[in-house]
């Protein structure tokens, strides 16, 4: 079955901090992994995908395949990174996006 | 960048009416557009997925009945959800795709049936 999995409702850390948002996946194909992002108030936003490869807003996620892992991380946390964070499997080619439960994101000062 | 405009954003109607939700592609042509459905604290599930012209495809357990869902232009997908009851209360959201680009998604429509 396909499944995205987030463990963490609620992750709290002071600004500074180092983050690291969990996401395991579970798909039998070759998967492609999308983090998105929600800010207070605002729409769900593509933070980065993993074909790219990319660091935006000084997070990464690399792909994990022996672990099924595709976790967030940046070094160092800022305030302005508080929001909800969710894991997404895309589905094939249909363009389908599997989502995990999502992760919120407390960035303390 | 490329703009998905959902509305209305917020919606309150009595049991056994219906309500349309529109999802606009600002300024690109979402041959694709997709709809989700979020229940409180939990994650987003899809509902539907719609190309332009064709009829949707309903992820299982979803009645296409109830959640009409039309694609008519490459700009505009609405979701009409018939006769709606309180447990259809939840927050809607659409997401549109052109071919072989990443999903933009509306602001979300927060449905309340009294």
């Known amino acids: 079955a396909q499944r995205v999995t987030q463990p963490e409702k609620l992750l709290s850390v002071f600004k500074g901090a180092p983050v690291e948002l969990k996401c395991n996946y579970s798909y039998s194909g070759s998967p492609e992994l999308f983090w998105y992002v929600q800010y207070s108030r605002q729409r769900l936003q593509l933070l980065l995908r993993?074909?790219s490869r990319e660091s935006i807003k000084g997070f990464t996620a690399d792909l994990n395949k022996g672990e099924t892992s595709f976790h967030l991380k940046k070094p160092f946390a800022q305030e302005e990174d508080s929001a909800m964070y969710y894991c997404?499997?895309?589905?094939?080619?249909?363009?389908?996006?599997?989502f995990g439960q999502g992760t919120t994101l407390q960035v303390k000062p | 960048g490329a703009v998905v405009s959902q509305h209305p954003s917020r919606v309150i109607c009595k049991s056994g009416t219906s309500v349309k939700i529109e999802c606009r592609s600002l300024?690109?042509?979402?041959?694709?557009m997709f709809w989700y459905r979020q229940f409180p604290k939990q994650s987003l599930m899809l509902m539907a997925t719609s190309n332009e012209g064709s009829k949707a495809t309903y992820e299982q357990g979803v009645e296409k009945d109830k959640f009409l869902i039309n694609h008519a232009s490459l700009t505009l997908s609405t979701l009409t959800v018939t006769s709606a009851h309180p447990e259809d209360s939840s927050f809607y959201i659409c997401s549109g795709q052109a071919s072989n680009s990443p999903l933009h998604f509306g602001n979300g429509t927060r449905l309340t049936v009294t």
């Open positions: 997404a499997l895309a589905s094939g080619n249909t363009g389908k996006l599997i």
């Open positions: 993993h074909i």
């Open positions: 300024d690109f042509q979402a041959t694709t």
